[in-house]
């Protein structure tokens, strides 16, 4: 059995992720593809996915168990969005070094598209500077989509992101 193509939206939950969800929701409904919502989590040094830490008055979990329930907790509704539009939607939480994690998911999805945020003032943009998208872009085995996280970009939205990416590579 064949599996449906990938399109890869990679989040950044430091912002809201409105504008690569909706224009990555579009081009793989036009795709006939699904998608997969990633979010990956770097840990701070010395801890690991398996690392106990409280967890409020309930005692003890470990960290993957505490993060895995906070990030679906807050992509239910991209997911919830892609669902109405008639998109099959996953949700990935990964942990690792963001860059390297993200283009290995793009791997493991064979993905054909990866779609990721680019104000680089804030969220990921704010922690690893203005390289990041540069750096996610030469990574990724699979052609990168770059939209502006606050794109209002809908189902017909995509149109005029291809014409401001056309726009771009004229001027």
């Known amino acids: 059995m064949t599996q449906a193509p990938t399109v890869l939206i990679a989040l950044d939950l430091a912002t809201q992720p409105t504008g690569p969800c909706r ?3 579009d081009m793989a409904r036009r795709m006939g593809a699904r998608v997969v919502l990633l979010y990956v989590s770097e840990l701070p040094p010395g801890v690991h996915a398996q690392t ?3 967890a409020g008055g309930t005692g003890f979990a470990p960290a993957a168990e505490l993060l895995d329930d906070e990030v679906r907790e807050r992509v239910e509704p991209q997911l919830a969005e892609l669902r ?3 998109v099959e939607g996953d949700v990935w939480h990964r942990f690792g070094e963001v860059t390297s ?3 290995a998911c793009a791997t ?3 993905a054909l598209m990866l779609v990721i945020g680019s104000d680089i003032r804030s969220g990921l943009g704010r922690l690893f500077g203005a390289g990041f998208t540069e750096a996610i872009i ?3 085995p699979c ?3 770059v939209v502006s996280r606050d794109s209002g970009a809908g189902v017909d939205g995509v149109g005029r992101v291809q014409a401001q990416v056309a726009a771009e590579a004229d001027g």
């Open 101 to 103: 994690t993200i283009a």
């Open 143 to 145: 052609p990168v989509l």
């Open 52 to 54: 106990m830490v409280a």
């Open 138 to 140: 030469k990574a990724s």
């Open 23 to 25: 224009v990555g929701a």
């Open 108 to 110: 493991e999805s064979d």
């Open 84 to 86: 109405r539009v008639g």
